[in-house]
């Protein structure tokens, strides 16, 4: 009368299509909840979900229900100090008292709680994250190296390894060949029976012995060949064939330049990092590899590693050619502009060596922007700008769809100011 | 009775050790009379668990964002540990299909097996709302058919256009039941069948009641110029329908104006799977009580016969205690009466009664008191919903154990009154409030189609017969919206207090402002 059935192993996620459907129905109200999320928290844990709440009453499925009011009756469990006919205030906040209407738990889930929250994956997160966001000059630099490639099922071959062995393949390659292989046999065999046959039903008298024998002898031959033909055979293997396809490869760089001068705060520093951060989040989606080269500079630039980069503290002057310069070696050794799509990602406070600004532009105009997919330049102060960001200026307006600057004042700015940045472009 | 060696020991368990578990139930649970459809007992994960509840149960359901929103917030409140997942899941089903989840100690397997496979499928094999209303054997394949049709529809139609009408049908689900009459069986091979010729025939029907009007607005003038001159009777022909409907969704389905051949099919989906959950609405204490009963029972016997050792009973009783306790009221975790501990409290109470009755059982009960325990709780299990079961069998002694108590609220008074406790005096009075506080048509407001205009402006008005002067709840509008993107013409509401109309809505609000 009863059996078990063993379900685990069946497909979860059986609600992903209408978990979808909710996250599509309420994408505003999630978009804002995320958008104050990332402004809220650091972006070092970028890599989370989110905790996400939308006003319950928003989301409410409506149905005919009792208001407030009129008449009720409620029966309520766990009486101490009641007695008949006592006389009680009504409980501020209306139905305190208990909506013991015998309410099932199916339904109504909302009432009372003014928020619904859930959480959303990684995934989810980052999607509505860098919702209506594009990368500029996204190109899929199409190229055959010979490191990238990949195994592609190509078809049957005859010879490979015992793993890739194609079974049903070889079967059928086997059967094949017993048939072809045993079909003159057995003809033959047929034939020989049939004359032995012919030859013992004819008259004693006229049966030629030595015929006999031999044609019996000829069929002890074939049965033994018949029997010799082998079930399978090396002839017979066939392998899955595999061929190395080259695939286009799809990478990017990106640079992180930052000012270290002594100007630049710790808090600077931390504002910069969540901009470089969140654009590497950014990078990581659009691109199958993203490279991180970071380089800092105060009056003479280098390459360092992020924990360098973000932490270690330096002071001096502040000379900004010195690190595009770097930027620029680096890519002639290392970066085929061809191969790679480069990015560069720069902060600074916008201080600069007087007569240094001029050299960044003409580093940026003749060399730097041939080569770039996009520059962008963060300037984090609450002071006026300088001559560094006039002279950016005017590399933007050479290059106003591959150079983009913004200023960012404090923290909170950093999201808006970034999803200003790569806001897609309506066609 | 010779004690055995239990059949198996600690927590873990396997396929094995589970099939003879549920075979020694299965003889107790014969013993005991426990009729059920066969059981089909189903291994699964913590998240399609998850997937289960959110589809309310249903191993299939078709497509639709509240499913979502559901499993949202199943996920979200597993995950922070707030729920414990899936006690049970069982579905009306034949085979009777009955979920156990693979992190379940093997006790929670053997109690889920006892209080589903047994205790809940023997009542939706018995109880004669289950048996009246829905058909066991078809349910399965007819969500089949649903999801496929919406599915369809969707490809056809668009995600948008199918999801805005389910939105409109779910508002109006409770109302897409027949209250008293037996409904059609459900057969997803006819359903196949005969949906093409079906959609044929509704749609004939529905045009030739609309026929009667011109469909231009001005031969809708001409016809209201005329109406103090009628000489043929023509605007005096009643009312229609004449009855009033209490299944909207029914009458959406044959009378709407303007729906599409799929969007009425859609509008019976959503009713036919509302019939088939109105019976588990209606029998929440008893269905629960029932089965807790049972898994209580059979657990206690499967002890007494050794075949489950005193670490697994005590687990059991550990997690059986916390199931049927019942908060008091001003407990901050007070979430209502706790339809298990109702339950459970009033059938054992009944064999009680039935076994050691006292003086006052056997004035209360003089029918059942001192009779055989076994056939009153099966008579009892069969012939009653929450309303009546509670109005029949609510003792003095289940009044008095879990405390319950009366209280008035009415807006004309300033004061709560306590109308009853339980005392001699209150126990009537309680158990009567009780009963009505589970009677489906007190606890939503009583909405009937009252009339359709099919000689006018086509629109529809209904009634609400306000039940001790209760209004209705804001919600009211947004459910107008829905109901009158299905009627496709104004809708309207009248809200009936002793005989007069006390207040009025309509939907879309008319131009001057006010809500009258």
């Given at each position: 009368?009863s059996?078990?059935?063993?379900?685990?192993?069946?497909?979860?996620h059986?609600?992903?299509?209408?978990r979808?459907?909710?996250?599509d129905?309420?994408?505003?109200?999630i978009k804002?909840?995320v958008?104050?999320?990332?402004n809220r928290r650091?972006i070092?844990?970028?890599?989370?979900?989110e905790k996400v709440?939308?006003?319950?009453r928003?989301i409410?499925?409506?149905?005919?229900q009792?208001?407030?009011?009129g008449?009720r009756?409620?029966?309520?469990?766990?009486?101490?100090?009641?007695?008949e006919?006592?006389?009680?205030?009504r409980p501020?906040?209306?139905g305190?008292g208990?909506?013991g209407?015998?309410?099932g738990?199916?339904?109504?889930?909302g009432e009372?709680?003014d928020?619904?929250a859930?959480?959303?994956t990684?995934d989810?997160f980052?999607?509505?994250?860098f919702?209506?966001?594009?990368?500029?000059?996204l190109?899929?630099?199409?190229l055959m190296?010979?490191?990238?490639v990949?195994?592609v099922?190509?078809?049957?071959?005859?010879?490979?390894?015992?793993s890739?062995?194609?079974?049903v393949?070889s079967m059928?390659e086997a059967?094949?060949r017993?048939?072809?292989?045993?079909?003159?046999i057995?003809?033959a065999?047929?034939?020989s029976m049939?004359?032995l046959?012919e030859?013992?039903?004819k008259?004693?008298?006229?049966?030629?012995?030595s015929?006999?024998?031999e044609?019996k002898?000829?069929?002890?031959r074939?049965?033994?060949?018949l029997?010799?033909v082998?079930f399978i055979?090396t002839?017979?293997?066939?392998y899955?064939n595999l061929?190395?396809?080259p695939t286009?490869?799809?990478?990017?760089?990106?640079?992180c330049v930052?000012?270290v001068?002594g100007?630049?705060?710790?808090?600077?520093?931390?504002?910069?990092k969540?901009?470089?951060?969140?654009?590497?989040?950014?990078?990581e989606r659009?691109y199958e590899?993203?490279?991180?080269v970071?380089?800092?500079h105060?009056t003479?630039a280098?390459?360092?590693?992020?924990?360098?980069f973000?932490y270690?503290?330096?002071?001096?002057?502040?000379?900004?050619?010195?690190?595009?310069?770097?930027?620029?070696?680096?890519?002639?050794?290392r970066?085929?502009?061809a191969?790679w799509?480069?990015?560069v990602?720069?902060a600074?406070d916008?201080?600069n060596?007087d007569?240094?600004?001029?050299?960044?532009r003409?580093?940026?105009s003749?060399?730097?922007?041939?080569k770039l997919?996009?520059?962008t330049?963060v300037?984090?102060?609450p002071h006026?700008?300088q001559?560094l960001?006039?002279?950016?200026?005017?590399?933007?307006?050479?290059?106003p769809?591959?150079?983009?600057?913004?200023q960012?004042?404090?923290?909170?700015d950093i999201?808006?100011?970034f999803r200003?940045?790569?806001?897609k472009?309506?066609a | 009775?010779?004690?055995q060696?239990p059949?198996?020991?600690?927590s873990?368990?396997?396929?094995e050790v589970l099939?003879?578990?549920?075979?020694e139930?299965?003889?107790?649970?014969?013993?005991?009379r426990?009729d059920?459809?066969?059981?089909q007992i189903?291994?699964?994960?913590?998240?399609q668990?998850?997937?289960?509840y959110?589809s309310?149960?249903?191993?299939?359901g078709y497509?639709?964002?509240?499913?979502?929103?559901?499993?949202?917030?199943v996920?979200?409140?597993?995950?922070?540990?707030?729920m414990g997942?899936?006690?049970e899941?069982?579905i009306?089903?034949?085979p009777?299909i009955?979920?156990?989840m693979?992190?379940?100690?093997?006790m929670?397997?053997v109690?889920v097996?006892?209080?589903a496979?047994?205790?809940?499928n023997?009542?939706f094999k018995?109880?004669?709302l289950?048996?009246?209303?829905?058909d066991a054997?078809s349910?399965?394949?007819?969500?089949?058919?649903?999801r496929?049709?919406?599915?369809?529809?969707?490809?056809?139609?668009?995600?948008?256009?199918?999801?805005?009408l389910?939105?409109a049908?779910?508002?109006l689900?409770?109302?897409?039941v027949?209250?008293?009459?037996?409904?059609s069986p459900i057969?997803?091979?006819?359903?196949?069948l005969?949906?093409a010729?079906r959609?044929?025939?509704?749609?004939?029907?529905?045009?030739?009641?609309?026929r009667?009007?011109?469909?231009?607005?001005q031969?809708?003038?001409?016809i209201t110029?005329d109406?103090?001159d009628d000489?043929?009777?023509?605007?005096?022909?009643?009312?229609?329908?004449p009855?009033p409907?209490?299944n909207?969704?029914?009458f959406?389905?044959?009378?709407a104006?303007?729906?599409a051949?799929w969007?009425?099919?859609i509008?019976?989906?959503v009713?036919?799977?509302?019939?088939y959950?109105?019976?588990?609405?209606?029998?929440?204490?008893?269905n629960?009580?029932w089965?807790?009963?049972?898994h209580?029972?059979?657990m206690?016997r499967m002890?007494?016969?050794?075949?489950?050792?005193?670490?697994?009973?005590l687990?059991?009783?550990?997690?059986h205690?916390?199931?049927?306790?019942?908060?008091?009221?001003?407990s901050?975790y007070?979430?209502?009466?706790?339809?298990?501990?109702?339950g459970?409290?009033?059938?054992?109470d009944?064999?009680?009664?039935?076994?050691?009755p006292?003086?006052?059982?056997?004035?209360?009960?003089?029918?059942?008191?001192g009779?055989?325990w076994?056939?009153?709780?099966?008579?009892?299990?069969r012939?009653f919903?929450?309303?009546?079961?509670i109005?029949?069998f609510?003792?003095?002694?289940?009044?008095?154990?879990?405390?319950l108590?009366n209280?008035i609220?009415?807006?004309?008074?300033?004061?709560?009154?306590?109308?009853?406790i339980?005392?001699?005096?209150g126990?009537?009075?309680?158990?009567?409030?009780?009963?009505?506080q589970?009677a489906?048509s007190?606890?939503?407001?009583?909405?009937?189609?009252?009339?359709a205009?099919?000689?006018?402006?086509?629109?529809?008005t209904l009634?609400h017969?306000?039940?001790?002067r209760?209004?209705?709840?804001?919600s009211?509008?947004?459910?107008?919206r829905?109901?009158h993107?299905?009627w496709?013409f104004?809708v309207r509401?009248?809200s009936?207090e002793d005989d007069e109309?006390?207040?009025?809505y309509?939907?879309?609000l008319?131009?001057?402002?006010g809500?009258?």
């Open positions: 009368m059996y078990f059935i063993d379900r685990r192993a069946n497909a979860k059986k609600s992903a299509v209408n979808q459907r909710f996250l129905r309420y994408r505003t109200h804002r909840s958008e104050e999320a990332v650091s070092t844990d970028m890599q989370h979900g709440s939308i006003p319950t928003d409410s499925e409506p149905v005919f009792h208001g407030q009011g008449h009756s409620i029966v309520s469990p766990g009486n101490r100090e009641f007695d006919g006592d006389r009680l205030r501020s906040g209306g305190g208990g909506d209407s015998g309410e738990g199916a339904s109504n889930q009372g709680m928020e619904f859930f959480s959303l990684r989810e980052l999607d509505f994250v919702d209506g966001l594009e990368l500029p000059h190109e899929r630099k199409q190296d010979l490191e990238e990949k195994p099922r190509s078809g049957i071959t005859r010879d490979g390894v015992p890739r062995i194609n079974i393949r059928r059967q094949a017993r048939i072809a292989m045993r079909a003159p057995r003809r065999l047929r034939e049939d004359a046959a030859e013992e039903r008259d004693p008298v006229l049966r030629n012995p015929r006999i024998q044609l002898a000829e069929i002890e074939l049965e033994k060949r029997e010799s082998p055979d002839y017979d293997l066939r899955n061929v190395n396809q286009p490869s799809n990478k990017a760089v990106m640079f930052m000012d001068s100007s630049m705060t710790q808090s600077h520093k931390d504002i910069a969540r901009f470089f951060l969140l654009l590497y989040l950014f990078l659009n590899k993203v490279e991180l970071f380089v800092r105060h003479a280098k390459e360092v590693d992020e924990e360098e973000f270690s503290r330096e002071t001096g002057g502040t000379i900004v050619s010195s690190a595009l310069t770097l930027v620029d070696e680096i890519i002639s050794d970066y085929p502009p191969d799509n480069l990015y990602a720069q600074s916008g201080d060596w007569d240094d600004s001029t050299t960044c003409e580093v940026l003749k060399s730097l922007m041939q997919a996009y520059f330049y300037e984090i102060t006026a700008h001559a960001w006039e002279e950016y200026e005017a590399v933007e307006a050479d290059f769809s591959r150079f983009a600057m913004r960012i004042v404090e923290p909170g999201y808006p100011v200003e940045l790569f806001r472009v309506e | 009775m010779t004690r060696t059949i198996a020991t600690g873990d368990w396997n396929f099939a003879e578990f549920e075979r139930i299965a003889r107790l649970a014969d013993e005991y426990l059920t459809y066969p059981n189903e291994v699964i994960t913590s998240e668990m998850m997937d289960a959110a309310v149960g249903m191993p299939v497509h639709h964002w509240s499913f979502g929103k559901q499993f949202l917030s996920e979200q409140a597993y995950r922070r540990g707030q997942l899936a006690y899941l069982v009306n089903s034949d009777c009955a979920y156990l693979e992190e379940n100690t093997l929670m397997q109690l097996m006892a209080h496979c047994y205790g809940h023997s009542f018995g109880n004669y289950f048996r009246a209303w829905t054997s349910i399965i394949d007819y969500l089949v058919f649903a496929k049709y919406v599915a369809e529809c969707e490809e056809r139609y668009g995600v948008a256009a199918v999801e805005q389910l939105d049908c779910h508002a689900q409770n109302y897409g027949d209250r008293y009459k037996r409904p057969s997803a091979e006819e359903e196949a005969r949906q010729e959609e044929e025939y509704l749609q004939a029907q529905v045009n030739t009641l609309w009667t009007i011109p469909l231009s607005g031969g809708l003038e001409a110029e109406d103090g000489p043929l009777g023509l605007h005096q022909a009643g009312r229609y329908p009855e409907q209490e909207l969704l029914y959406i389905e044959k009378n104006p303007l729906l051949p969007q009425r099919e509008v019976r989906i009713r036919k799977l509302a019939q959950f109105y019976p588990q609405r209606q029998t929440q204490v008893m629960e009580g089965a807790t009963f049972w209580y029972t059979l206690h002890f007494d016969e050794g075949l489950v050792d005193e670490g697994l009973i687990e059991f009783l550990q997690s205690t916390a199931v049927v306790h019942q908060q008091p009221f001003d901050p007070y979430n209502g009466i706790n339809p298990y501990a109702l459970f409290a009033m059938f054992t009944i064999r009680r009664i039935c076994e050691s006292t003086d006052e059982d056997r004035e209360w009960f003089p029918d059942i008191a009779s055989n076994l056939d009153t709780l099966h008579f009892a299990m012939n919903k929450d309303e009546s079961f109005q029949q609510l003792s003095p002694k289940v009044i008095r154990d879990l405390k108590f209280v609220d009415d807006d004309q008074d300033e004061m709560l009154t306590v109308a009853a339980h005392d001699e005096r126990y009537r009075r309680l158990r009567e409030a009780l009963s009505v589970y489906l007190v606890r939503e407001p009583n909405i009937q189609i009252y009339a205009d099919i000689r006018g402006d086509r629109s529809l009634r017969v306000q039940d001790r209760r209004p209705l709840a804001k009211v509008y947004p459910v107008m829905h109901l993107q299905l496709g104004t509401l009248e009936i109309v006390a207040r009025r309509q939907w879309p008319p131009n001057e402002g809500q009258e």
